[in-house]
Each structure stands twice: as structure tokens, then as C-alpha cells.
């Protein structure tokens, strides 16, 4: 007789949080990155699962059913996530993605929604050096006078707005809101947040309706690093890269400043997901191998990151740093945390990751995207054999993949996910 | 003097660098010199980044500052530098992805190494490529993509090439990301590259060898 979907909830759960204490659960747990690739298991179109929530919806659900996965993360690739109807109303000049209204926001129906750095021509500039200052004295102001106009076409008015601190008392009122500029705007925001709520409505009913079925969740609530927090978007990875030489201390002030701003994000979120995941997904980008030196890391990235996990781990949290690109050269420095309290997400190298972070941290990690994409399914059980016989020795082992599988072959994923629930057990 | 413009740069020191440019142009030396010299150490940062003694920061730090001293010297000009150049490549990101750092980091170190380069950006579709490489002749194509959606569109950009019978007539190289071994056989490439300089030995080896 098969197990009750509460029982298989508790015994997945379990497996996970044993894995994350760097003990040995029943087996390796599997859960890998998906961005999308669900809706190609359900045959969704890219423009369907942002376009049409609930089917990006029905696909994550029938993919981590069918494939018996142990945990399910946000649904990427759906509207719940980059919800395009919403951000088809601002104009959003940070994304492009299949089926935008706007020619200019849109790519080709066939690949995922994608960043666009500041920059680009056509798209949006990045902050301005001489800007620091006008952040650091008042970032919520920058940001919705300054910065919002330049990251949403539809929200451009509101540069025109009188600074929000002239306003404290009832007097100020007028003068800010009899701005035909700020009508304008709400008009756009009307529009752009019935569809957001719209979207965000479907997230609740979805996570619960896969608690019930036995699945739980890993990783909804979620933060940046404080350099990514400019590096990703603000200044953009080339603006960082030239503040280091031109004004490193700005920097590190700007980044001091936001640096409680990600841990207050990453505890609002774990907090909302009450009892059902304690695990805050951190997706990491511009400190990876070759975009700074060991020195550059450990002067402008590490510090900011090592405090924000810290204190998700202080209270009673667990950061899963997900890290992309090379980051071998960084494992002895990232190793300073304390154990079996975080999960790190390592592309590269994840078998040296076990060497010196295996009694650390859980590490999360799997078959390259070649071999998924174009490799046989057996060489991918060959590949997962190794990564369950060495990075999986003695627990603290999530399987997962390099990078997120997006277009792997059906068959690949297959063959990984069987393998590891056959061979992964642990004896 | 000219040595001191070298070591500057290459050592990355922007503001006696700049110093240095304009007090040469007020002297009424050849702009083209001074300009000659900035490439130079340029050259020297791209070998620095090649042992892994810089990285992606001080590349571009130090293509900022060159781009300082060309609208520094341009004003007084008369003629376009002559640069003997290698070999003419083509570069760009494969249709469906649009990232570009690591394209351009490449197209940085083949243009410092002596190659005429001619990046076509991001997102760009086989037919641009093929007529590229009929238009400028050139000898090698670098494809780049980030994402995994990359693969079947190299594979594509590929297949354009073979179908114009352009094939045996340029060497071509990927890079990027998620890429190896594995999908160089599935996109049929000549050769992969994981780091910016693997592209300017490749280039070199395959425009030095005809």
C-alpha cells in the first residue's frame, strides 16, 4: 500500500533537513533548478506560462508529481513569479520576454524570459557614479524618483515628483499629489497592480495545494547579496567592477547600507512561510570566478554576505546560497559559516566543494547542462554514480544540476531522477 | 618618458596615466604614439589577465582608461591609427540569448591582440552571421551564448553556414557559460573556449597556421 501524502510530506522534509545537518537521511535527496524547464515537461509555451499563470501552475505540479521530486522551489517561468501582464504595464526595461506587448521588450517565443543589464542601448542607463550620495542620504526617495522612472517607462512621471520628505504634515499633500504627474502614474499603477495581485493571489493556494499532495517547499522567501543588490542592476556588473579602483569607499558604504535592507528581506519572507520552510534562497551572481580577484572578494563581496547569512542563521533560518559560474577558487574563503546550519549551491567544482566544504555546509550541485542537454541517459547515471559515490559520501548532499535544466531532454531528467532514488539510498 | 606611460597603465594608475597623455600632447608629440603606447600596455593587461594576476575588473578598468586617452588625443589627429592587424573575426551571441559580458571580454582580448574584430551584439539570427562572413571574409567566427537554449541555436548558426557552403571557409569557436567539450560535438564547432584568452589562442593558431 503506498504511503498518505502526509506521511511521504514529513519523510521528504525530513530527508532534506537531515541532509542540511550534514547527517545521512534515508537517501540523497533530488530537487534540482528547474527556470522553466517544467512547462517544457507539460508542453507549455514559454508565453503561456507568463501569460497564463495557472498553466505555468498545473505544469510545475504534474512535473514535481510525476517525477517525485522532494521539494518544489518558486514557480520560475510561470506568471506567479514574472508576472508579464503586470510588467507589460510599467514598461519594464529590466526583462525581455516571450509574448511582451512591446516589440522592444520582447524575444523570441522560443527561450525564456531574460535580464537585461543597464546599459543596454535602448533599454535603460545605469545609476550614475556622482548618485551614491543622493542614495545613501535617502534611498527610498532615490529609488522611486530616481530610479523606478528609469527602470519602468510607465513610471517616468514620477521624476517629476517634489522630494517625499518635503511632506510631513497635511500641508505638503497638495502640492505632491496635485501633480498631474502623480495621476498619471497611478493610473498606470492601477492597472499594473490588479494584474500582480492577480498573480501573487495564485501563489498561496499553490503551495498549499502541494503540501497537501506531499511535497515541501525549499527556498520561497529570498534575498540578494548587498554588492549584487548594485551589481545586478543599479550600477550594473560593469559600474561595480570600475567603482572598485575609482571609489571603493563608496561602494563599501553602499553596500553597508543595504546590507541589513537583504537580511530584513530574506526574514520577511522566511517568516511569512510559518513552519513550512525555514530554507531562504540566495541566488548569487557578480562575485562569481573571474569577475573579481580573491582579494576584490574578500574586500567587497564576502563580508556584506558571510553578515546577511549570519543573521538568517541567528534567527533560526537556513540561507541557501546558490551559486553560479566558477566559484572553486572561493570554497576556502566561503567556508567561513557555521556548520551544517546553510546550503550552498555550487556549479563548479562541486566535487573540491566536498573536499572543503563538505564538512560545512549541505552542498547542492549535479550533472553538467552538456550532459543533460546533450548527453545519453546513461552517461548522466554515470555522471550522477560519481556525484552520489563522492559529494554524496557519508550525507550533507542535495542532488540538483549545474545550472538550471531550462531545455534538458525529458529522458535526462528521467534518468537522474530515477538513478538517484534507486542508487542514492543510503545503506 | 614613454616607458612611463606603459608601466602607468599597465599597473592600472588612471589619474597619472591621463596626467602623463596630456602633458605628451602639449608637448606636441604625434598623437599617434602616445596612442600606439596605451596599446601597448593594454596588451601587457591583457597578458596579466591571461596568468590570472588581473581579472575581469582591471580588463575593463583599463579599457576605460584607454578610451580616456583616444578622447584625449582624437581632437588632434589628422589621420586613423594604423594598426597592422592579424586576422578579421566575427563575434556574437547566438538568436534567443542576450547576454553579453563574457562576448565582450573576448572581443576586448581579440581586438588587444591585433584582430579585427566585428561583433555583431546579442540575439543574432544565423542569416546575420553568414552574411558577415561573406561580406568581411573572415577567417574565424566566435558563437557565445550564456543559456542552455544556446546550444540548439549554435547548432542552428551552424547548419546556416554549412548550407551557404561557408563552412570550410571560416574555423569556428564557442564560448560561454554552461559550454564544453560535449556541446561543441552537438553544435559541431571546431573548438571551445573557457576562458577570454583560450579565443586568442585559437584565433592565433588557426590565422597563423594558413
Redesign the interface.
Same mark, same amino acid.
Given at each position: 500500500m503506498g504511503k498518505a501524502p502526509e506521511e511521504l510530506y514529513e519523510e521528504r522534509k525530513r530527508r532534506i533537513d537531515e541532509a542540511i545537518r550534514l547527517r545521512k537521511p534515508d537517501r540523497v535527496p533530488i530537487s534540482p533548478g528547474e527556470s522553466g524547464w517544467c512547462l517544457k515537461y507539460a508542453g507549455v509555451s514559454w508565453k503561456e506560462g507568463l501569460y497564463n499563470p495557472e498553466k505555468g501552475l498545473e505544469a510545475h505540479k504534474k512535473t514535481i508529481i510525476e517525477l517525485n521530486w522532494d521539494a518544489f522551489g518558486l514557480p520560475w517561468g510561470t506568471g506567479v513569479v514574472f508576472p508579464a501582464r503586470g510588467y507589460d504595464k510599467l514598461d519594464v526595461q529590466q526583462l525581455r520576454w516571450p509574448g511582451a506587448e512591446k516589440e522592444a521588450n520582447r524575444i523570441d517565443a522560443n527561450t525564456t524570459y531574460q535580464f537585461v543589464e543597464p546599459g543596454t542601448r535602448g533599454k535603460y542607463e545605469p545609476m550614475p557614479a556622482e548618485d551614491y550620495d543622493l542614495f545613501l542620504d535617502d534611498p527610498s526617495d532615490y529609488l522611486i524618483r530616481r530610479w523606478w522612472p528609469r527602470i519602468a517607462r510607465g513610471l517616468e512621471p514620477l521624476k517629476d515628483l517634489s522630494p517625499l520628505h518635503f511632506v510631513n504634515g497635511v500641508y505638503g499633500f497638495p502640492s505632491l499629489f496635485a501633480n498631474p504627474s502623480f495621476s498619471e502614474v497611478l493610473k498606470t499603477l492601477l492597472e499594473a497592480s490588479e494584474e500582480f495581485a492577480k498573480s501573487a493571489a495564485l501563489l498561496g493556494p499553490f503551495v498549499m495545494d502541494m503540501v497537501k499532495s506531499g511535497f515541501p517547499p525549499m527556498g520561497l522567501a529570498f534575498t540578494s547579496s548587498p554588492y549584487d543588490y548594485f551589481a545586478d542592476t543599479m550600477r550594473g556588473t560593469k559600474g561595480c567592477m570600475l567603482d572598485m579602483f575609482r571609489r571603493p569607499e563608496k561602494l563599501k558604504e553602499a553596500i553597508d547600507k543595504v546590507t541589513p535592507y537583504c537580511t530584513e528581506m530574506a526574514l520577511t519572507g522566511a517568516r511569512q512561510m510559518k513552519d513550512l520552510s525555514k530554507i531562504v534562497f540566495i541566488p548569487v551572481h557578480k562575485g562569481a570566478g573571474g569577475f573579481m580577484s580573491n582579494k576584490q572578494y574578500e574586500e567587497f563581496w564576502w563580508p556584506s554576505m558571510k553578515k546577511v547569512m549570519e543573521d538568517i542563521i541567528d534567527e533560526g533560518f537556513i540561507p541557501y546560497l546558490y551559486t553560479e559560474g566558477i566559484y572553486t577558487e572561493r570554497l576556502s574563503i566561503i567556508k567561513d559559516i557555521p556548520k551544517g546550519k546553510a546550503i550552498y549551491h555550487i556549479e563548479t567544482d562541486i566535487f573540491k566543494a566536498k573536499e572543503i566544504l563538505g564538512d560545512t555546509v549541505c552542498l547542492a550541485g549535479g550533472p553538467p547542462a552538456s550532459l543533460l542537454n546533450a548527453g545519453s541517459p546513461q552517461e548522466v547515471k554515470d555522471y550522477c554514480k560519481k556525484l552520489i559515490d563522492v559529494v554524496g559520501e557519508g550525507g550533507g548532499f542535495i542532488m540538483d544540476v549545474e545550472v538550471p535544466l531550462i531545455t534538458a531532454k525529458v529522458e535526462n531528467v528521467r534518468a537522474m531522477t530515477e538513478f538517484t532514488q534507486e542508487y542514492g539510498v543510503y545503506k | 618618458m614613454a616607458k612611463d606611460l606603459i608601466s602607468a597603465l599597465a599597473d592600472?594608475k #588612471?589619474k597619472e596615466v591621463l596626467a602623463i597623455a596630456q602633458e605628451r600632447l602639449d608637448s606636441g608629440e604625434d598623437p599617434l604614439k602616445i596612442l600606439g603606447d596605451a596599446r601597448k600596455a593594454v596588451a601587457i593587461v591583457g597578458q596579466r589577465y591571461q596568468n590570472s594576476e %588581473?581579472?575581469?575588473?582591471e580588463l575593463? %578598468?583599463s579599457g #576605460?582608461i584607454l578610451k580616456a586617452i583616444v578622447e584625449m588625443v582624437k581632437p588632434k589627429l589628422t589621420k586613423d591609427a594604423e594598426v597592422e592587424r592579424l586576422g578579421r573575426v566575427i563575434i556574437g551571441t547566438v538568436?534567443? !540569448?542576450?547576454? !553579453?559580458?563574457g562576448k565582450d571580454i573576448v572581443t576586448f582580448m581579440l581586438d588587444i591582440n591585433g584582430f579585427e574584430v566585428y561583433d555583431l551584439g546579442v @540575439?543574432v539570427p544565423a542569416k546575420e552571421f553568414v552574411d558577415k562572413i561573406k561580406e568581411v571574409k573572415a577567417e574565424v567566427v566566435g558563437l557565445s551564448g550564456f543559456? &542552455?537554449?544556446s =546550444? @540548439?541555436s549554435m547548432k542552428g548558426t551552424i547548419q546556416s553556414i554549412k548550407d551557404e557552403n561557408l563552412r570550410d571557409k571560416v574555423k569556428i569557436m564557442i564560448g560561454g557559460? &554552461?559550454? !564544453?567539450?560535449?556541446?561543441r560535438? %552537438?553544435v559541431g564547432a571546431d573548438a571551445f573556449g573557457r =576562458?577570454a584568452g583560450d579565443a586568442v589562442s585559437l584565433a592565433k593558431e588557426w590565422i597563423g597556421g594558413k
Amino acid at each position: 500500500m503506498g504511503k498518505a501524502p502526509e506521511e511521504l510530506y514529513e519523510e521528504r522534509k525530513r530527508r532534506i533537513d537531515e541532509a542540511i545537518r550534514l547527517r545521512k537521511p534515508d537517501r540523497v535527496p533530488i530537487s534540482p533548478g528547474e527556470s522553466g524547464w517544467c512547462l517544457k515537461y507539460a508542453g507549455v509555451s514559454w508565453k503561456e506560462g507568463l501569460y497564463n499563470p495557472e498553466k505555468g501552475l498545473e505544469a510545475h505540479k504534474k512535473t514535481i508529481i510525476e517525477l517525485n521530486w522532494d521539494a518544489f522551489g518558486l514557480p520560475w517561468g510561470t506568471g506567479v513569479v514574472f508576472p508579464a501582464r503586470g510588467y507589460d504595464k510599467l514598461d519594464v526595461q529590466q526583462l525581455r520576454w516571450p509574448g511582451a506587448e512591446k516589440e522592444a521588450n520582447r524575444i523570441d517565443a522560443n527561450t525564456t524570459y531574460q535580464f537585461v543589464e543597464p546599459g543596454t542601448r535602448g533599454k535603460y542607463e545605469p545609476m550614475p557614479a556622482e548618485d551614491y550620495d543622493l542614495f545613501l542620504d535617502d534611498p527610498s526617495d532615490y529609488l522611486i524618483r530616481r530610479w523606478w522612472p528609469r527602470i519602468a517607462r510607465g513610471l517616468e512621471p514620477l521624476k517629476d515628483l517634489s522630494p517625499l520628505h518635503f511632506v510631513n504634515g497635511v500641508y505638503g499633500f497638495p502640492s505632491l499629489f496635485a501633480n498631474p504627474s502623480f495621476s498619471e502614474v497611478l493610473k498606470t499603477l492601477l492597472e499594473a497592480s490588479e494584474e500582480f495581485a492577480k498573480s501573487a493571489a495564485l501563489l498561496g493556494p499553490f503551495v498549499m495545494d502541494m503540501v497537501k499532495s506531499g511535497f515541501p517547499p525549499m527556498g520561497l522567501a529570498f534575498t540578494s547579496s548587498p554588492y549584487d543588490y548594485f551589481a545586478d542592476t543599479m550600477r550594473g556588473t560593469k559600474g561595480c567592477m570600475l567603482d572598485m579602483f575609482r571609489r571603493p569607499e563608496k561602494l563599501k558604504e553602499a553596500i553597508d547600507k543595504v546590507t541589513p535592507y537583504c537580511t530584513e528581506m530574506a526574514l520577511t519572507g522566511a517568516r511569512q512561510m510559518k513552519d513550512l520552510s525555514k530554507i531562504v534562497f540566495i541566488p548569487v551572481h557578480k562575485g562569481a570566478g573571474g569577475f573579481m580577484s580573491n582579494k576584490q572578494y574578500e574586500e567587497f563581496w564576502w563580508p556584506s554576505m558571510k553578515k546577511v547569512m549570519e543573521d538568517i542563521i541567528d534567527e533560526g533560518f537556513i540561507p541557501y546560497l546558490y551559486t553560479e559560474g566558477i566559484y572553486t577558487e572561493r570554497l576556502s574563503i566561503i567556508k567561513d559559516i557555521p556548520k551544517g546550519k546553510a546550503i550552498y549551491h555550487i556549479e563548479t567544482d562541486i566535487f573540491k566543494a566536498k573536499e572543503i566544504l563538505g564538512d560545512t555546509v549541505c552542498l547542492a550541485g549535479g550533472p553538467p547542462a552538456s550532459l543533460l542537454n546533450a548527453g545519453s541517459p546513461q552517461e548522466v547515471k554515470d555522471y550522477c554514480k560519481k556525484l552520489i559515490d563522492v559529494v554524496g559520501e557519508g550525507g550533507g548532499f542535495i542532488m540538483d544540476v549545474e545550472v538550471p535544466l531550462i531545455t534538458a531532454k525529458v529522458e535526462n531528467v528521467r534518468a537522474m531522477t530515477e538513478f538517484t532514488q534507486e542508487y542514492g539510498v543510503y545503506k | 618618458m614613454a616607458k612611463d606611460l606603459i608601466s602607468a597603465l599597465a599597473d592600472l594608475k #588612471e589619474k597619472e596615466v591621463l596626467a602623463i597623455a596630456q602633458e605628451r600632447l602639449d608637448s606636441g608629440e604625434d598623437p599617434l604614439k602616445i596612442l600606439g603606447d596605451a596599446r601597448k600596455a593594454v596588451a601587457i593587461v591583457g597578458q596579466r589577465y591571461q596568468n590570472s594576476e %588581473y581579472f575581469i575588473p582591471e580588463l575593463v %578598468y583599463s579599457g #576605460e582608461i584607454l578610451k580616456a586617452i583616444v578622447e584625449m588625443v582624437k581632437p588632434k589627429l589628422t589621420k586613423d591609427a594604423e594598426v597592422e592587424r592579424l586576422g578579421r573575426v566575427i563575434i556574437g551571441t547566438v538568436a534567443g !540569448d542576450i547576454h !553579453d559580458i563574457g562576448k565582450d571580454i573576448v572581443t576586448f582580448m581579440l581586438d588587444i591582440n591585433g584582430f579585427e574584430v566585428y561583433d555583431l551584439g546579442v @540575439d543574432v539570427p544565423a542569416k546575420e552571421f553568414v552574411d558577415k562572413i561573406k561580406e568581411v571574409k573572415a577567417e574565424v567566427v566566435g558563437l557565445s551564448g550564456f543559456l &542552455t537554449v544556446s =546550444f @540548439d541555436s549554435m547548432k542552428g548558426t551552424i547548419q546556416s553556414i554549412k548550407d551557404e557552403n561557408l563552412r570550410d571557409k571560416v574555423k569556428i569557436m564557442i564560448g560561454g557559460g &554552461t559550454l !564544453d567539450e560535449k556541446v561543441r560535438e %552537438y553544435v559541431g564547432a571546431d573548438a571551445f573556449g573557457r =576562458f577570454a584568452g583560450d579565443a586568442v589562442s585559437l584565433a592565433k593558431e588557426w590565422i597563423g597556421g594558413k
